[in-house]
């Protein structure tokens, strides 16, 4: 079974998509896509998983929560899926290069494919791609823009103190 909702993030509207009671997916809404969106007929349905994942994205935006308790669907390759999995061990309000990330996994030259790997996270905030970073600290892309990078790095940084 499949679900895709709404949720309205304090920067920015989201489409959450859970398949099998798992979070399989979060997408930045552009206006793009929603003017796309108003063309399909989707079912819009909040089940026992959509509201854990509501709840838990709530607790994260206010500040309470620092790490995502979610059952996850994540698609990728075995390198990517290596990758997630550094992501999520990147503690709150902390950042990583793309170049650390690349030595954790023991492939100290594939820093330009750990950002491919980030660029195709299908549950960016939950598995924190956000907390990578270019050399020297310098901001690189994001699903949501580099507005939104900010601001979540900006708001986990408020709230870790």
């Known amino acids: 079974m499949s679900e895709k909702f709404y ?5 920015a509207r989201l489409i959450i998509t859970i398949e ?10 552009s206006a793009e896509t929603e003017s796309s969106l108003n063309h399909r007929k989707h079912i819009f349905n909040k089940g026992q998983t959509a509201q854990k994942v509501c709840k838990q994205l709530d607790e994260y935006f206010s ?3 620092r790490v ?3 059952p996850l669907r994540l698609r990728g390759t075995g390198f990517q899926k290596e990758v997630w999995e550094v992501l999520q061990q990147i503690p709150y309000g902390e950042v990583l290069s793309y170049g650390q990330v690349a030595k954790t996994i023991g492939r100290p030259q594939a820093q330009r494919a750990v950002g491919m790997a980030c660029n195709r996270n299908p549950v960016p905030i ?6 990578v970073l270019g050399t020297n600290g310098r901001l690189t892309g994001y699903a949501g823009g580099l507005d939104i990078k900010v601001r979540l790095l900006e708001l ?3 709230n870790s103190k």
């Open 63 to 65: 500040g309470s929560r």
């Open 126 to 131: 939950v598995v924190p791609c956000h907390r």
């Open 68 to 70: 995502f308790d979610l």
């Open 7 to 11: 949720y309205e993030a304090p920067w």
């Open 20 to 29: 099998d009671d798992q979070l399989s997916g979060i997408e930045f809404l």
């Open 156 to 158: 986990e940084k408020k």
